[in-house]
């Protein structure tokens, strides 16, 4: 088997993969950009099974001692090297235009984000959800199903190398979930969701499990009279299914992936702790916090049938009490050995560079059920 294709990060701004033939001197030299990308290998010119790697050039990374090379998430190998090569070509186009701020491009975006599901199987919904404007915005949709969107997109399906759902619903709702997911394997395209987890049955376990799938619940509490504060259901239940889950995917190459979500609120924060200890006994892989949104709609939130448990605007933190909450969470996470990132950390590494100041209008690009979007805001 000569191909293969490796799902990776590099942290500098552009460099090199060496790819050379032990005791040889043939040699493979690929490209690295910034960030994670996906990369074909045609190890075909090596005529050696033992090959050695190197990165050029090496990155010093803040309060790090060593010198990064690159994160490896995947190294798979592969029996046609078509997709993978598609992708990689286009990645490396996109990167380029990135950097130089092209206002017209001709790649492709290498992550897409779509609408999967439409519905939710809670009532009444979560305190914080802005369900009501959210589902008046996507009445007049032109997409019929995810099925129908993925046939759609095309060249754009066909370059993508992550898809994310960006849907209000509950993707497990899905009834083509095993087909969605089946489809994306085929095109080797991984997928972000975010679910509830009160639908991770043992028959929905199944379709998921070897999945190159990351699968987020949103938790928020580490007791069931917390959790109620946000929505209603029964915490011991989802961590069940949650600990279950991370259980079975042992035997399946550690797939899915498995974060668990924690809002950071004011209601909350000091549950973090015990929160924390109950998720590593869940087995999950990682933690991520986030935080309520603020906006125009703030001023409405405590007026929603479903927000009456939470008050909105006691509930959103100011940035400087969620910085400080942010550093402790890091603290106690790296004590107890678990990884924990932020969706505040979102651009952090362009805030010093040469190139334009976000990455999704070339990078990423928002088919949903509202419309086709360029960005987030």
């Given amino acids: 088997m000569h191909f293969v294709e490796s799902n990776l990060c590099y942290y500098g701004e552009k460099g090199r ?58 190294f798979e190998l592969l029996q046609d090297l078509e997709f993978a090569r598609t992708k990689t070509t286009n990645r490396g186009m996109n990167t380029e235009e990135f950097w130089e701020g092209k206002p017209l491009l001709l790649s492709y975006p290498p992550q897409l984000r779509i609408d999967r599901e439409t519905r939710c199987n809670l009532s009444p919904r979560c305190t914080y959800c802005h369900w009501n404007e959210t589902k008046s915005l996507e009445e007049e949709s032109p997409l019929r199903s995810t099925l129908d969107t993925i046939s759609r997109l095309d060249e754009f399906i066909t370059c993508a190398e992550q898809i994310v759902d960006c849907g209000y619903g509950e993707p497990l709702l899905n009834p ?50 917390g959790y109620r504060r946000y929505r209603h259901s029964s915490l011991d239940k989802i961590l069940n299914n949650l600990r279950d889950l991370c259980i079975e995917k042992r035997k399946y190459g550690a797939l899915p992936r498995v974060i668990v979500s924690f809002i950071a609120m004011s ?3 000091e549950e973090f702790e015990p929160f924390l200890e109950r998720m590593l006994y869940t087995g999950i892989d990682a933690i991520k916090v986030r935080s309520l949104f603020s906006g125009r709609w703030c001023e409405s939130m405590n007026g929603w049938a479903s927000s009456r448990r939470l008050n909105y605007r006691d509930d959103l933190l100011e940035m400087e ?50 419309g086709i979007l360029p960005c987030c805001f």
């Avoid at 987890?197 to 069931?224: E, F, M, N, W």
Wanted: net charge negative; with cysteine; proline share 4%.
């Fill in 17 to 74: 993969l060496l790819v050379r033939g032990v005791d040889c001197g043939q040699r493979l030299e690929i490209v690295l950009y910034n960030g994670w990308g996906t990369y074909s290998l045609d190890l075909s010119g090596l005529d050696r099974p033992d090959v050695e790697f190197e990165v050029d050039p090496l990155v010093r990374v803040p309060e790090d001692s060593r010198q990064l090379g690159v994160m490896l998430r995947s």
């Fill in 176 to 225: 083509d979930l095993p087909q969605i997911l089946d489809e994306f394997k085929a095109r080797r395209i991984r997928l972000e969701m975010t679910s509830k987890g009160v639908l991770l049955t043992p028959d929905i376990r199944k379709v998921l499990l070897g999945r190159r799938l990351t699968l987020y619940v949103s938790v928020d509490s580490a007791t069931g009279v």
């Fill in 267 to 269: 209601s909350n924060l």
């Fill in 321 to 370: 009490a969620l910085a400080e909450f942010l550093d402790k969470a890091r603290a106690l996470a790296h004590s107890a050995g678990i990884s924990i990132v932020s969706e505040h950390d979102f651009g952090a590494d362009l805030e010093h560079g040469r190139g334009p100041l976000c990455r999704e209008p070339w990078q990423s690009l928002y088919v949903l059920n509202r």
